[in-house]
């Protein structure tokens, strides 16, 4: 048994190069081996031949013949382990692959010794099997499979950490001012999605809000909106005017009501936008028409100029101050607490004085939750908006801000580094998997540690200078009006209904090559994972039913 030097997991069959004398599984031999040779003599699989043990292929000759000049391997074989496992205690298969196995029925794991498979103490929860799950496809892959350049060329896989609990901390007896009128929760859209199940948090949300709040309002373009409601949600494509908690209404395209839900409202954002520009973009000082230009350049969506993050970070700024009410992002996602109880109502939102709650983590103030009440917070919400005004005196701004940084950085080298961050944003199968096992490690430490070690150097830093620029143009203002006070705990009344998830994923964005990638691939096997469950969970139900009878 060897260790390999990427993954640390011992095997019975490895590899060892004879240029660098490491050894490999054969999962890691390509990808390792790309970061000690010459780019043009990188070990491939087609160049490695099983042997008998002790015998080495040597540099320009091989066991059938002479080899096409790549690096010779050394390749050493040791009995293997037979791939039949047995539970010792329900006597059911133990499937997997790798050096670690689980158990279906009892859960206990099974590690591999030199002496055959050893039960262990350790048993895996149902919310370990997303990670397990991952963890058994990543052997599996390819190792022919080429590297991305955005990434280097090994992401080690990592030790299990677990989930941090969420912080407790004491409720203050005092209370607060929540909303003095029925508000709406906004969402934000740009673009027509890949598929209509992104919008099904909308009405998840819908179902756990209950009167006083007056309904979720869903802001897209007019094109996407076209495209709703075909069979999948009954939607009325009757322009309606909804009432907001200040004297301007929304116009909707259209409306839902699904049975004990809110009314789901679908908004335009171009009408919308050209009403207010039309009534108040001289008269606030806010100029709103340069804003509404620098929205219509971010939403266009071409990493890295132009990101619809940034076009909404601009909107929900907007939609607070002329409409008020609460805004999320998509993923934002509701505790199992929020899930039994439902939504706070409106009145007890610890709004305060200020009339202004974000989330926050840490020392941060985070835009991914937001409850506002224009009649307490327009002050806040207006140096917001002229803070953004006075970074987009252009609606291209930062993207010009951005081409000066990188040429800057990179010199001559600016346009190779772009086009591996471009060809990051849509990383391979494999590769796509090792990632997602790094992001899962991130969620369960409740910080960004780990990925951006999985990145290109080059890459880093482009990512940071995109950063640079997006904290120039939204978030670092957010930040400097909303302010920061160790002693305000209004926050702690809130987190109890946003899923430990939601806490801890905010630090990925689309500027992270890969990541949201990652994050889909997680949640679809949990998703799946939780189908499996319940066909399982069903078809018990049903044979014991069959039994009594």
């Known amino acids: 048994m060897a260790p390999c030097i990427v993954c640390k997991i011992e095997t019975s069959l490895w590899m060892s190069c004879v240029c660098c004398k490491q050894p490999f599984c054969f999962v890691c031999v390509k990808l390792d081996c790309e970061r000690h040779h010459p780019p043009l003599h990188r070990v ?86 997303a990670f397990t799950s991952l963890y058994e496809t990543w052997q599996l892959q390819d190792p022919q499979t080429p590297i991305n350049p955005c990434f280097t060329s090994s992401i080690d896989r990592l030790v299990r950490v677990p989930r941090r609990e969420p912080e407790v901390h004491p409720m203050p007896s005092r209370d607060y001012d929540g909303f003095s009128r029925a508000p709406l929760l906004h969402f934000i859209w740009f673009g027509k999605p890949k598929s209509l199940t992104k919008f099904q948090i909308v009405f998840d949300w819908a179902r756990l809000l209950k009167s006083p709040w007056k309904g979720v309002c869903l802001w897209l373009d007019d094109s996407c909106f076209a495209g709703l409601g075909e069979g999948v949600w009954p939607i009325a494509k009757k322009a309606v005017e909804v009432d907001s908690l200040t004297s301007d209404p929304i116009l909707a395209l259209g409306s839902c009501q699904l049975t004990g839900a809110v009314p789901v409202y679908f908004a335009s954002i171009d009408k919308n936008l050209k009403y207010l520009v039309s009534q108040y973009d001289f008269s606030l000082r806010n100029n709103l028409s340069t804003l509404v230009a620098a929205i219509n350049f971010e939403r266009q969506h071409d990493p890295p100029f132009a990101l619809a993050q940034l076009a909404s970070d601009i909107l929900r700024i907007i939609v607070l101050r002329f409409y008020g009410g609460a805004y999320f992002d998509f993923d934002i996602t509701p505790s199992l607490y929020c899930k039994t109880n439902g939504m706070i109502e409106p009145m007890h939102v610890p709004l305060g004085p200020e009339g202004l709650l974000c989330h926050r983590k840490g020392l941060l103030n985070e835009n991914d939750i937001l409850f506002a009440e224009p009649r307490k917070c327009e002050s806040v919400l207006n140096d917001l908006l002229q803070w953004m005004v006075k970074f987009y005196h252009r609606p291209d701004a930062r993207k010009r801000y951005l081409l000066q940084l990188i040429g800057k950085q990179f010199g001559e080298h600016a346009n190779e580094n772009i086009q591996k961050y471009l060809v990051g944003q849509a990383p391979q199968p494999a590769l796509l998997i090792r990632l997602a096992v790094v992001v899962e490690q991130d969620l369960h430490r409740g910080s960004k540690v780990q990925f951006p070690k999985t990145l290109d150097a080059g890459v880093a830093t482009l990512v940071s200078l995109i950063n640079d620029t997006v904290e120039a143009a939204t978030y670092g203002c957010f930040a400097a009006c909303v302010g920061y006070d160790k002693h305000d705990t209004r926050w702690d009344r809130m987190k109890k209904h946003f899923s430990e998830e939601t806490l801890t994923k905010v630090f990925y964005s689309w500027k992270d090559p890969g990541a949201p990638k990652a994050i889909e691939l997680i949640e679809a096997t949990m998703t799946l994972q939780a189908a499996i469950r319940d066909y399982l969970a069903r078809k018990a139900q049903a044979e014991k039913e069959t039994s009594q009878q």
Request: net charge positive; aromatic share 4%.
């Open 44 to 129: 491939t699989t087609s160049s490695l031949k099983l042997v008998e043990p002790a015998v080495t292929i040597e540099p320009g000759e091989s066991s059938t013949g002479p080899s096409s000049g790549k690096e010779a391997l050394t390749i050493r074989t040791k009995p293997a382990f037979g791939s039949a496992v047995t539970c010792s205690d329900c006597h059911c298969p133990v499937p997997g692959v790798g050096p670690r196995r689980v158990c279906k029925s009892c859960k206990h794991v099974y590690k591999r010794t030199e002496g055959g498979w050893a039960k262990t103490e350790e048993v895996v929860s149902d919310s370990d099997k």
